[in-house]
């Protein structure tokens, strides 16, 4: 989908690319008419521009670009509630981030993730801010699979743990922007001790995005929300994707009911 890689794009662009991708995002119908001589004069940028956002965009022409965004807004929109409040306004952006995921995800991916982390020694997941709830949440969800899976969200923690693993050993890298240098060290030290890296952000072509074995790309936000406002809905989706294809390909029965057990001591009743 063309806006949304637009929008995944967005960080990693100059200021003027910027202007470019914001005034393709607000108005697609517009632009879908527009000649590229057109477009960089009212986005108030130049052609050299556009055409540089557009290869960062993977398309190698205009008309390209423009017959994929003609047929992305064709395409039927997923149901949405009419915004009369603040509970419908953030009902919309859920709906909008998994149906984006939807769309573009390649599900081939998971099912080599899955195959990867089914094979793991070590299963860790580095995170910062607020991608750390989510990490700890995908490391207790593989823990209670039997796997070694622990979540790390201090960056000094992160780089002494990754410069001791192995070939065998898998680190998974959660930023949602994917420029977070923190997590990208964290992953570059892993890679480099021979550990297989895999990122979950939004970010296409972000420094982390470049730097792991895999990426698998959940949805970007509208490039105006801030690090505070931005939804992390789309990675939380990803890890439960994963965990669930893990799920299906081995036999869980014995270590279940052992961690059932174990969780029983926990309870008054």
Excluded: C
Aim: glycine share 6%; no cysteine.
């Amino acid at each position: 989908m063309v806006i949304s890689k637009i929008k995944g794009l967005f960080n990693s662009l100059t200021d003027t690319e910027k202007k470019a991708a914001q005034y393709i995002i607000e108005r697609p119908g517009d632009v879908i008419h527009y000649s590229i001589t057109e477009l960089s004069n009212w986005a108030g940028t130049s052609e050299t521009t556009v055409y540089r956002l557009l290869k960062k965009a993977g398309y190698s022409g205009y008309q390209r670009f423009k017959i994929d965004l003609a047929r992305e807004l064709s395409m039927p929109i997923p149901e949405t509630k009419e915004v009369k409040d603040i509970f419908d306004t953030v009902f919309n952006k859920v709906i909008k981030s998994l149906s984006d995921i939807q769309t573009e995800l390649d599900r081939t991916k998971i099912d080599k993730v899955s195959d990867i982390i089914i094979r793991s020694k070590k299963l860790l997941f580095y995170a910062v801010g607020r991608s750390f709830p989510i990490a700890l949440d995908a490391s207790l969800k593989f823990a209670a699979l039997g796997f070694s899976s622990v979540a790390y969200s201090d960056p000094h923690m992160q780089v002494i743990v990754a410069s001791n693993l192995e070939k065998e050993d898998v680190v998974v890298a959660i930023s949602h922007s994917g420029v977070i240098r923190d997590t990208y060290k964290s992953a570059q030290v892993a890679k480099e001790a021979g550990a297989f890296t895999i990122g979950i952000t939004s970010g296409v072509n972000s420094p982390l995005s470049k730097i792991v074995n895999l990426v698998l790309y959940t949805s970007a936000g509208e490039p105006n929300d801030s690090e505070f406002t931005a939804i992390r809905i789309g990675e939380m989706f990803m890890v439960e994707l994963l965990y669930n294809a893990v799920v299906s390909k081995i036999q869980i029965g014995t270590k279940e009911s052992n961690v059932v057990q174990a969780m029983k001591t926990k309870r008054f009743s």
